[in-house]
């Protein structure tokens, strides 16, 4: 029996996939659930070929900007918050408007999610996910001690106890870990409108309230870490917590797919988490969030493709299967709860029940979250500071911020002026 014959083109020859490029920082844990999207992306569309380029998320936000102008790939996924302004300022992303309007995506982002993905009434990106921070552990480290996830904050307060009492690090984190924490206990301390209000620029970072969230850093991070954060990242803090040099974590939900991923371990049975506690009852609990979305350079080679990628990317059919490979949580409103494992339906359900606020990494620019950065460094580094010390380290924070707003103020002002 002679071979079937391919189907080709006038000439005789096969006519030739082609190749559109897709830029992400989407390796270890999330790699699968964007393998599948792509999978899904190609079975619908035979004739192109999907070409990733991945980097690690360091490399890729501190690189990008200037990949985009020089080489760009044909789409693009990022971080939403402050950080992308720099390209939708100078027009470095498409306008997919009409993607928007012809695929109703208005009806099925969330609201928080939708005004980040647009500039000036024109939309500009597609969301992908979304993800929120909690305080990871392992069950066997909490039984052997007789240990109970905390619901309030003298509960945790009381957990981080018993814990240095046994010999245990009570909590591990990392350089950026710090930060992570300083956000998620400034949103328990200020609530959501104080702590939005300090993003907007309308609040002082000189307030009482941060400097109520740095003394309590302080008391955790002298009795209860861990020592010297700043000497290992995210990824070697995970690994001492597998390792039982430390009882608790705090860090985004990916952490969920990457156990599943690296060590075989199933939601809720090896490995589980809790919501930082409120720490003020009249505040209650207050929730961090951040996302990523899709979006097109501008000088795109593929701009046609692109597009029509994104329209598939920002589907229901392309969310569910991201979502049942272990991404995380879906933006899709409709993906069914039933395809998330345990842990992401949990903390999905969590976020529809409390306020939410977006994570200062991406919510605030450089300039501010670097000095808060230091400033973090000086609080965790310095456990004897006095409350006047960290009344000034708030003022400098302060101080960065207006000279931020004040010169953001003159750029537009200058921008009026020559229009």
């Given at each position: 029996?002679?071979?079937?014959?391919?189907?080709?083109k006038?000439?005789?020859r096969?006519?030739?996939?082609?190749?559109?490029?897709?830029?992400?920082?989407?390796?270890?844990?999330?790699?699968e659930?964007?393998?599948?999207?792509i999978?899904?992306?190609?079975?619908?569309?035979?004739?192109?070929?999907?070409?990733?380029?991945?980097?690690?998320?360091?490399?890729y936000?501190?690189?990008?900007k200037r990949?985009?102008?020089?080489?760009p790939?044909?789409?693009?996924?990022?971080?939403?918050?402050?950080?992308?302004?720099?390209?939708?300022?100078?027009?470095?992303?498409l306008?997919?408007?009409?993607?928007?309007e012809?695929?109703?995506?208005h009806?099925?982002?969330?609201?928080?999610?939708?005004?980040?993905?647009?500039y000036h009434?024109?939309?500009?990106?597609?969301p992908?996910?979304?993800f929120?921070?909690?305080v990871?552990?392992?069950?066997?480290?909490f039984?052997k001690?007789?240990v109970?996830?905390?619901?309030?904050w003298d509960?945790?307060?009381?957990?981080?106890?018993?814990?240095k009492?046994?010999?245990?690090?009570?909590i591990?984190?990392?350089?950026?870990?710090?930060f992570?924490?300083?956000m998620?206990?400034?949103?328990?301390v200020g609530?959501?409108?104080f702590?939005?209000?300090?993003?907007r620029?309308?609040?002082?970072?000189?307030?009482?309230r941060?400097?109520?969230t740095y003394?309590?850093?302080?008391?955790?991070?002298?009795?209860y870490m861990?020592?010297?954060?700043?000497g290992?990242?995210?990824?070697m803090?995970?690994?001492?917590?597998?390792?039982?040099?430390a009882a608790m974590?705090?860090?985004?939900?990916?952490?969920?797919g990457?156990?599943?991923r690296?060590?075989?371990?199933?939601?809720?049975?090896?490995?589980?988490?809790?919501?930082?506690?409120?720490?003020?009852?009249?505040?209650?609990r207050?929730?961090?969030?951040?996302?990523?979305?899709w979006?097109?350079?501008?000088n795109a080679?593929?701009?046609?493709?692109?597009?029509?990628?994104?329209?598939?990317?920002?589907?229901?059919?392309?969310?569910?299967?991201?979502?049942?490979?272990g991404?995380?949580?879906?933006?899709?409103?409709h993906?069914?709860?039933k395809?998330?494992?345990?842990?992401?339906?949990?903390?999905?359900?969590?976020?529809?029940?409390?306020?939410?606020?977006?994570?200062?990494?991406s919510?605030?620019p450089?300039?501010i979250?670097?000095?808060?950065?230091?400033?973090?460094?000086?609080i965790?580094?310095?456990p004897d500071?006095?409350?006047?010390?960290?009344e000034s380290?708030?003022?400098?924070i302060?101080?960065?911020?207006?000279?931020?707003r004040?010169?953001?103020?003159?750029?537009?002002?200058?921008?009026y002026l020559?229009g």
């Amino acid at each position: 029996m002679n071979p079937p014959v391919k189907r080709q083109k006038r000439g005789g020859r096969t006519a030739p996939k082609k190749t559109l490029e897709i830029a992400h920082f989407w390796a270890g844990a999330e790699q699968e659930p964007v393998n599948s999207l792509i999978r899904g992306f190609e079975k619908k569309n035979p004739h192109v070929r999907a070409r990733q380029k991945i980097m690690n998320w360091w490399t890729y936000t501190t690189t990008m900007k200037r990949e985009i102008r020089e080489s760009p790939p044909d789409v693009i996924v990022h971080d939403i918050g402050e950080n992308l302004l720099r390209f939708l300022k100078d027009g470095e992303l498409l306008d997919i408007t009409e993607i928007w309007e012809r695929k109703n995506f208005h009806d099925v982002f969330p609201e928080w999610i939708k005004e980040k993905c647009s500039y000036h009434g024109r939309m500009y990106l597609v969301p992908s996910k979304y993800f929120t921070y909690a305080v990871w552990y392992l069950t066997d480290v909490f039984k052997k001690h007789g240990v109970k996830p905390p619901r309030t904050w003298d509960e945790f307060i009381n957990v981080c106890r018993a814990f240095k009492e046994s010999g245990v690090h009570p909590i591990i984190s990392s350089g950026d870990g710090i930060f992570d924490l300083f956000m998620s206990l400034l949103a328990q301390v200020g609530g959501a409108s104080f702590y939005e209000g300090l993003v907007r620029g309308v609040e002082s970072w000189k307030d009482p309230r941060v400097v109520e969230t740095y003394e309590i850093l302080q008391e955790l991070s002298k009795e209860y870490m861990y020592p010297h954060p700043f000497g290992f990242n995210s990824p070697m803090a995970w690994v001492k917590l597998n390792n039982r040099e430390a009882a608790m974590h705090l860090q985004g939900d990916w952490l969920n797919g990457m156990w599943q991923r690296e060590y075989g371990y199933t939601p809720g049975k090896e490995y589980n988490y809790f919501l930082l506690p409120p720490i003020h009852p009249s505040i209650g609990r207050v929730m961090v969030v951040g996302g990523n979305a899709w979006a097109i350079p501008k000088n795109a080679r593929h701009p046609d493709l692109a597009k029509r990628f994104l329209e598939y990317a920002g589907s229901l059919e392309a969310h569910t299967l991201m979502a049942k490979k272990g991404m995380g949580i879906l933006a899709h409103r409709h993906v069914p709860e039933k395809v998330y494992d345990r842990i992401s339906a949990g903390l999905r359900n969590e976020l529809s029940k409390h306020p939410t606020v977006h994570a200062l990494g991406s919510a605030l620019p450089l300039k501010i979250t670097s000095m808060i950065i230091m400033q973090n460094m000086k609080i965790v580094m310095n456990p004897d500071l006095r409350r006047k010390d960290i009344e000034s380290l708030t003022a400098e924070i302060d101080m960065v911020a207006r000279e931020h707003r004040a010169l953001r103020s003159l750029n537009s002002l200058r921008g009026y002026l020559s229009g």
